[in-house]
């Protein structure tokens, strides 16, 4: 029977050793409770410094709060999907908690690229144009920007809502996700939200960052520290929205297609590995980040003394450092488990212990 989650047959025979389960009920768990600890404490560490330190509020401080509060809002999320995969893929929490966490997950999502779009504007006009720098400061321009900023995240995922749905099955019940849902419906609109919530405001940020370089690059002071460090801070920012949001988008297509296709993975088991290792990567990843940027931004606010010391670049690059190392190393432990398995005149892209175990039938999606 197939499998409505994986996409898969659930042929598996009992002397199979299933990774796949041992990932999902110890392995995910475990990294979905330490993003929880982390993210929570990294962000509202971050509230409290914009709420009780930061005066006076700008349009970007309004900005910065909700970014805080959709991750917030993401946190919250994590327990039930640690609570699912600790219950083996068994969703005991009702239809209405299913949906609120998948719809919870893509909104921090598009919630988060359309606030990040919202700096990057506001910054642009600042720089490029600044006889408007002080109106575009107001708060109301800020105001107004979360209002549309939450309304469009809204509207981008609401025409799914309905999809994410239980699906009682093997004496279970299974929370679909977006991808796992009905693919004839997702394929097409994974496709309309790539293009209007990701690539289009990756447009406008890379062109209002690469104005906002062309004019820090121009005039008397072009070697100043203050314009150094923002140059780098621009080429930071970039890089963390295309390595954050790039190999989600890329990946949730590659899924939705092998459904579409039949369930058949055609790209090779360099890309198979390559698609599943950046996907946890991914994840993972943009949390450390993230962390990092928060607690960067606790000591330059609430530790103003450390505040110069802790912007050299050196304590950047230490970071950055670290933040790749610990991410690589949280996924490294299965990335030989990321393999393709022929089976019934298809190719799977699954984690296995070995290929020795070609009877086990349990597909690990995205």
Known sequence: MSNPYYGSSNSSSDSCTNVDDLV??????????AIFIVGVVGNITALLVYVVKVRPWRSSTIIMVNLVITDLLFMISMPFLTYYYVSDDSW?????????????????????ILFLTCLAIFRYVAVVHPSHGRIIKQKRWGTLACVLGWTVAVAEISPVFNHF??????????????????PQIMWPYSWVLTVLGYLVPLIVVCICYWRIM??????????????????RLIVLILTCFIVCFFPFHVLRALRI???????????????????????????YGSILFLTCLAIFRYVAVVHPSHGRIIKQKRWGTLACVL?????????????NHFDTVPQNNKTYCWISRAATHKSCGRIVGC
């Open 24 to 33: 999902k009920r110890y392995y995910l768990p475990a990294m979905y409770g």
């Open 92 to 112: 005991t929490l009702g239809v209405i908690m299913c949906r609120f966490t998948r719809f919870i997950f893509h909104f921090n999502l598009y919630g988060s």
């Open 165 to 182: 749905d239980t699906v009682p099955q093997n004496n279970k019940t299974y929370c679909l996700d977006l991808a796992s849902s009905n």
């Open 214 to 231: 062309k004019v820090l690059k121009k005039g008397p002071h072009t070697g100043s520290s203050k314009r150094v460090r923002a140059r």
């Open 257 to 283: 297609y092998t459904s579409v296709s039949d369930d058949s993975w055609t790209l090779g088991v360099i890309m198979c590995r390559f698609t599943r290792f950046i996907f946890h990567f991914n994840l």
């Open 323 to 335: 933040g790749w190392t610990v991410a690589v190393a949280e996924i490294s432990p299965v990335f």
